[in-house]
C-alpha cells in the first residue's frame, strides 16, 4: 500500500512539474533578437570577428620584442679528424707524412637567451594596416550576417502566421460548407434536388479537406524553420504571438518610400570599399619589399665540455658568452620580378574599383525594385481587400440562391472557388508587404 501511494504522488509532482514548464514565446521583434544572438550562423560570425581581433594582434606583436630560450646537448661518437703536416709539430719529422688530429670534447652542452626587436620592415607597417582592415572585413560581415539573418526570420515568422490564418479560414469555410452538404443531403432525400448536386458539393469539400492537411503540414515545416532560426532545438514547443494582419499594418510605412538611399551606409557598399582598401594595401605590400628591413638581437648564454657527462655536478665548469648585433638586408636587384608583382597588384586594385562601381549601380537598382515592389504590395493588398469583400458578398448571394433553388451547384461552386482564392491572395498579400518591407530596410540600413 505505502509503494502505491508512494508512486501516485510521485506520479503526481511529476504531472505538476510538467504542467508548469513555460513553452517559449516570442514576438517578432524577440525572434529576430533571439535569433541574432544563437543563430548557428551569427554564433560562427561573432568566433570568425573574435579570431580576426585575435589575428590583428598577432600580426601586431611581429614588431614586438622576441624572446626565446634554446638548450642544445651533443654527444660525439666519433670525432671528425683534421689533417696537418707532421713537421708541423715536431720539426725532425718527415713534412710528407700527414697527421691526423681531433678537436673538441665528447660532451657539449649551450644554453642560451635570444632577445630579439624588429627596428624597421616596410612588410610589417604594411601588415598592420592589413590587420585593421581584415578586422573590418570581419565586422562587416558580422553585420551582414545579422541583416540576412533578420530577412529571413521575418519572412519565415510571416510563414507560420500566414498557415495559422489560412487553418482558420479552411476551418471556417470547411463548417460552412459541411452545414449546406448536410442541409442538401436531407433536400435530396426528399427528392427535390438531383444527386449531382451533392456530387458537386462533396468534390469541393474534399478539396478543402486536401487544402487544410496541406497546410497543416506546410506550418509544422515553417514553425521548425523558424525554431532552426533562432537556435531552438527542433523538438522543443515555441508560440508565436503576432497576428499576420497586426503585422501587416504595422510594417505599411508609406514613410520608407520618400526616404533616401545613401549607397554608402548598405552593407554590401562596405565590404566592396574593404576589398578595395585589401587591395590598396597589396599594392604597399609588394612595394615594401623593395626597402630594406632592419633588425637587432642580444643574445646570453653559456656552455660546458666535458669527456664526461658531468653537466649536472656542482664542480663542472661554464662558461658564460654574450653578443650583440645588427641585421640590415637591403633588396638591390631582382631582375624586374618586385616591378612585376607591383604591377599585378595594381590591376587588381583596379579590377576591385571596377567592381565597386558595378556593385555601387547595382544596389541603387535593386532599392528602386524594392521600392518598387513595396509599393506594389501595398497596392496590391488594398486591391485585395477590395476583391475579397466582393468575393463574400458574391458567394453569400449564391449561397442564398443555391438554398432557394435559384442556382445551380456548379454556379455556387464556382463562387465558393473564386472566394477561396481571393482569401489566399489576400493572406498572401499580407505577407508580402511584410516581405517586401523586410528586403527594402536591408537594402536601406
Do not use: C
Not at 570568425?48 to 622576441?66: H, I
Not at 585593421?132 to 530577412?151: M, P, V
Not at 664526461?308 to 638591390?332: C, D, H, R, Y
Not at 579590377?351 to 521600392?371: F, G, I
Request: proline share 1%; hydrophobic share 40%; glycine share 4%.
Amino acid at each position: 500500500m505505502k509503494i502505491k501511494i508512494t508512486v501516485f504522488l510521485f506520479l503526481l509532482s511529476a504531472i505538476q512539474v510538467f504542467s508548469q514548464t513555460e513553452v517559449a514565446s516570442f514576438t517578432l521583434k524577440q525572434a529576430i533578437e533571439q535569433a541574432q544572438k544563437n543563430n548557428y550562423s551569427v554564433i560562427n560570425a561573432n568566433r570568425d570577428l573574435e579570431l580576426a581581433k585575435q589575428k590583428k594582434w598577432e600580426t601586431t606583436t611581429m614588431g614586438l620584442p622576441q624572446l626565446n630560450g634554446a638548450v642544445n646537448y651533443q654527444n660525439t661518437f666519433e670525432f671528425t679528424k683534421q689533417g696537418a703536416a707532421a713537421n708541423a709539430f715536431n720539426p725532425m719529422a718527415n713534412p710528407n707524412e700527414i697527421m691526423l688530429l681531433a678537436f673538441g670534447t665528447k660532451h657539449v652542452a649551450i644554453g642560451n637567451l635570444t632577445l630579439s626587436q624588429l627596428i624597421f620592415d616596410g612588410s610589417y607597417l604594411v601588415g598592420l594596416q592589413s590587420a585593421k582592415t581584415y578586422l573590418k572585413i570581419s565586422e562587416n560581415a558580422k553585420e551582414k550576417t545579422n541583416q540576412e539573418i533578420k530577412e529571413i526570420v521575418i519572412n519565415s515568422y510571416g510563414n507560420v502566421l500566414l498557415a495559422d490564418e489560412s487553418i482558420l479560414i479552411i476551418n471556417k469555410n470547411k463548417t460552412v460548407l459541411e452545414k449546406i452538404l448536410s442541409d442538401t443531403k436531407e433536400i435530396y432525400k426528399n427528392g427535390l434536388i438531383e444527386e449531382e448536386t451533392i456530387e458537386q458539393l462533396q468534390i469541393t469539400l474534399n478539396s478543402v479537406n486536401n487544402a487544410l492537411e496541406n497546410v497543416t503540414k506546410q506550418r509544422v515545416i515553417a514553425l521548425n524553420m523558424v525554431k532552426l532560426l533562432l537556435g531552438i532545438n527542433l523538438d522543443d514547443a515555441i508560440v508565436l504571438t503576432e497576428k499576420l494582419n497586426d503585422l501587416t499594418q504595422n510594417n505599411i510605412d508609406l514613410q520608407l518610400l520618400i526616404s533616401e538611399f545613401n549607397v554608402n551606409e548598405n552593407i554590401d557598399y562596405k565590404i566592396g570599399k574593404n576589398v578595395e582598401e585589401s587591395k590598396q594595401l597589396l599594392v604597399k605590400l609588394e612595394k615594401s619589399k623593395g626597402l630594406p628591413s632592419l633588425g637587432a638581437q642580444v643574445n646570453f648564454g653559456y656552455n660546458a665540455f666535458s669527456n664526461e657527462f658531468s653537466f649536472m655536478n656542482a664542480t663542472q665548469k661554464w662558461s658564460n658568452f654574450s653578443n650583440v648585433g645588427v641585421g640590415l638586408n637591403v633588396p638591390i636587384f631582382s631582375s624586374g620580378g618586385r616591378n612585376s608583382r607591383v604591377q599585378q597588384a595594381k590591376i587588381d586594385l583596379e579590377k576591385s574599383r571596377t567592381q565597386l562601381t558595378e556593385t555601387e549601380q547595382k544596389l541603387k537598382l535593386q532599392y528602386q525594385k524594392a521600392k518598387s515592389d513595396y509599393e506594389y504590395s501595398i497596392n496590391q493588398y488594398n486591391n485585395a481587400q477590395a476583391n475579397l469583400k466582393l468575393a463574400e458578398r458574391i458567394e453569400a448571394k449564391q449561397q442564398v440562391k443555391f438554398k432557394e433553388g435559384l442556382s445551380s451547384s456548379f454556379d455556387f461552386a464556382e463562387a465558393q472557388k473564386q472566394l477561396y482564392t481571393a482569401q489566399q491572395e489576400t493572406l498572401q498579400a499580407m505577407l508580402e508587404i511584410i516581405n517586401k518591407k523586410a528586403t527594402l530596410e536591408k537594402l536601406v540600413n
